[in-house]
């Protein structure tokens, strides 16, 4: 399906809209499956093992509450900081804390019980699948299993949710590598590395990170958090700007940055920056905050308003620029560690 006025596309409201911009004809049972959604998920052949890795972190997390909420004396990172000084930034301050494998005690006998009764049921349940006395109710038809198997194994397609409006965008793989070299190839925004620097990045962060616990700045606990031992590698991706364009739309770039070297700073600092924003005379929440400020605005006929759109807006702030800005808010604010 395919259409032709942009401001559909955008609308919003049609989440199940498909905008086939490839080269391909799609079939009706092919667009079919295809407005069900990049979330939806069709029913298959039981995995038991990944259900039995979600019942034991399902029944950690039960067990977890449980028990943090009858232990007076709290979890490790309360007892730390009771040698934490009343200057220093901590975890806690933030509402932050450290992926942990703590796995709790069995001895509070109502979750036992209620974990024994799920994993009761749910062991009845693969037995009567295994021996075919459970009928499994498909939610595709025959034609969307075989549009299915088709797209999948179709690898000149890329499907992608639209940068506006949640519309699914189908394009040419071809054409969607093209885009992102031609983003890449920007040589005044990026540039071509000889080696993967996340090791001398991680070596930086570990010196800046210590002098700041051994300046009494932050405490052992933030510290930790701080430096991801095992670092991820983002992952680059563009979202279709089909809003821009129906035809050839360019593609919004996004750096998949979770578990990678830079994301617990990034979090740190967002915890901090972002309630300092709000002080800025620029500052606009939302299209509601934008209406409420205008409106009492007095202009006579001859006044124009007018928007402008930055290229590119956060690539092109540059890292000094960016660190400025930084400086010079959390100077002129009231900010300390007592704060949060």
Do not use: W
């Not at 920007?186 to 570990?206: F, N």
């Not at 739309?249 to 750096?255: L, S, T």
Request: charged share 25%.
């Amino acid at each position: 399906m395919f259409v032709h006025d942009a401001h559909d596309a955008i609308a919003g409201t049609a989440q199940n809209l498909v905008l086939n911009l490839s080269s391909k004809t799609l079939s009706p049972a092919q667009l079919n499956l295809l407005k069900k959604g990049l979330s939806f998920s069709p029913t298959g052949t039981l995995d038991t093992f990944s259900l039995d890795i979600d019942l034991q972190r399902f029944f950690r997390n039960i067990r977890l509450k449980t028990h943090f909420n009858n232990t007076k004396s709290g979890t490790d990172e309360a007892r730390d900081d009771t040698n934490t000084h009343s200057d220093q930034l901590t975890l806690k301050q933030f509402s932050l804390r450290i992926k942990s494998n703590f796995t709790p005690p069995k001895i509070y006998h109502p979750v036992e019980t209620f974990a024994n009764l799920v994993q009761r049921d749910v062991n009845h349940l693969l037995q009567q699948c295994r021996q075919g006395d459970l009928h499994i109710r498909h939610n595709l038809t025959s034609e969307e299993k075989h549009a299915l198997n088709h797209l999948l194994d179709d690898k000149s397609l890329i499907f992608k949710p639209a940068d506006k409006g949640g519309a699914l965008v189908i394009l040419d793989k071809e054409y969607y590598i093209k885009e992102i070299m031609s983003q890449l190839n920007d040589t005044l925004t990026y540039k071509i590395l000889d080696s993967d620097p996340v090791y001398s990045i991680k070596d930086t962060l570990q010196r800046i990170v210590m002098e700041a616990k051994e300046d009494g700045i932050i405490d052992s606990k933030l510290r930790e958090f701080l430096i991801n031992q095992h670092p991820i590698t983002p992952v680059f991706y563009t979202l279709p700007k089909v809003h821009k364009s129906m035809t050839r739309p360019p593609g919004r770039p996004i750096v998949a940055s979770s578990d990678s070297i830079l994301s617990p700073p990034a979090i740190f600092l967002e915890k901090i920056l972002t309630p300092l924003t709000t002080q800025s005379p620029s500052y606009i929440r939302d299209t509601g905050h934008f209406l409420s400020e205008v409106r009492p605005l007095k202009m006579d006929g001859d006044c124009i308003l007018v928007t402008f759109d930055v290229c590119s807006l956060y690539t092109s702030i540059t890292h000094e620029k960016g660190l400025e800005a930084a400086s010079r808010l959390l100077n002129t604010s009231n900010h300390t560690a007592s704060q949060k």
